[in-house]
């Protein structure tokens, strides 16, 4: 089937159903060539049909995003193509509560040491993609921390979060504002919000494909992903491949199930550094999933970060664990700019603090910020 006729077929089934109770899918295309086409003439069909907006491009994997009718097959392409369910995708974190900081260093960042490497590296320069639910631009802590970013779910508007996740995450990994209030992991990276979870804290796997695709475009060192899904998904699989072969790091968050020997995805994919979970103790915490497939943990346990309205919030959850790697690999590659994925990833592992308790993991220990940077001097 040409081009023009598929996008054809595409349309009539998204514009004539649109009461219908469909499921979202991605469908991807095996040959370069055909995709190329396919994307070409979709641009050039744009004013002409009324559905465009509901047949979304997701060129990093080759494919497409749309809502369609239940039973529909793609048998007639004869291999070209295949489909997924896209599927939701929900963010990690337990209960949020108000709490009144006055300034300081959250016990995270003072915990996995960074402000020991303050006086060698801040992070300046390294840029970092916050997939999340997007962030408050006027919070006074993130001020000099962000740049514009992007919102995927209304592009003409800023990405500001209208659920305080985001903003929580970013507070944490490079807040900067002292001596008045909180200050971060990497107080002088810069974080790029790109939102893609709703007010809900929910989102589809083609939404973070788009963000994944954004951050390697525009070529960010670090991706922040502090959400997961229990079931394997070969698109998301793809885009953070691709990302991983652009030098991109994908720092991922295991999941709040206290698993023993699962995670989730996309933190499963050995492309990313996955994170489980600490507390004040140096214990595992009760909520973190752990097991052979967590490469790091770092403090998740009632972390105090930024808020909405110039607020600050305390949350737990591997969410929260992840944006203190996110921030400490800033540190990393502020003074080791050439370093790839695998090689950060091993300067982690071979530089963690023992975890304490009786059924603690053995080959799996904490984030040590100063241990890191020694560990990567010497590699």
Not at 235 to 245: D, E, F, H, R, W
């Amino acid at each position: 089937m040409d081009t023009i006729a598929f996008l054809r077929w595409l349309h009539s089934l998204t514009n004539n159903h649109p009461g219908r109770t469909g499921s979202r899918c991605i469908i991807r295309f095996h040959n370069q060539q055909y995709y190329r086409q396919l994307i070409y003439n979709l641009s050039k069909m744009k004013k002409s049909l009324s559905s465009q907006q509901q047949i979304r491009p997701l060129p990093l994997i080759r494919a497409l995003s749309c809502r369609l009718p239940e039973g529909v097959s793609l048998s007639f392409l004869k291999g070209m193509a295949w489909m997924e369910e896209d599927r939701s995708v929900q963010l990690h974190s337990i209960a949020s509560k108000s709490v009144n900081f006055s300034k300081g260093i959250p016990w995270g960042v003072q915990h996995i040491k960074a402000p020991m490497a303050w006086s060698s590296t801040t992070g300046h320069r390294v840029k970092i993609g916050v997939i999340d639910t997007g962030v408050d631009f006027q919070h006074s802590d993130l001020r000099q921390s962000l740049a514009r970013g992007i919102n995927l779910i209304n592009r003409n508007q800023p990405p500001h979060d209208d659920n305080g996740h985001g903003t929580h995450i970013a507070g944490t990994i490079a807040a900067a504002n002292m001596p008045r209030g909180m200050i971060g992991v990497a107080p002088r990276a810069t974080i790029y919000p790109v939102k893609a979870f709703d007010h809900n804290g929910s989102a589809y796997v083609s939404d973070i494909i788009l963000g994944i695709e954004w951050c390697v475009r525009n070529r960010m060192h670090i991706v922040n992903m502090s959400f997961g899904m229990k079931t394997r998904s070969k698109p998301l699989l793809n885009a953070v491949t691709n990302a991983y072969n652009a030098g991109v790091v994908v720092v991922a968050s295991s999941g709040n199930d206290g698993k023993l020997k699962s995670i989730d995805y996309p933190a499963r994919y050995p492309q990313t550094i996955s994170v489980g979970a600490t507390n004040r103790l140096r214990r595992v915490a009760p909520f973190s999933n752990r097991g052979s497939y967590i490469d790091i943990y770092a403090p998740g346990d009632k972390i105090v970060s930024a808020w909405l309205n110039d607020k600050y919030h305390e949350m737990s959850g591997t969410s929260m664990a992840t944006s203190h790697v996110s921030g400490a690999i800033a540190l990393l590659l502020a003074e080791h700019p050439g370093l790839s994925p695998a090689e950060i990833k091993t300067a982690l592992r071979r530089s963690m603090q023992p975890l304490r308790g009786k059924k603690a993991p053995r080959l799996t220990g904490e984030l040590d910020v100063m241990k890191m940077l020694q560990a990567a001097e010497h590699s």
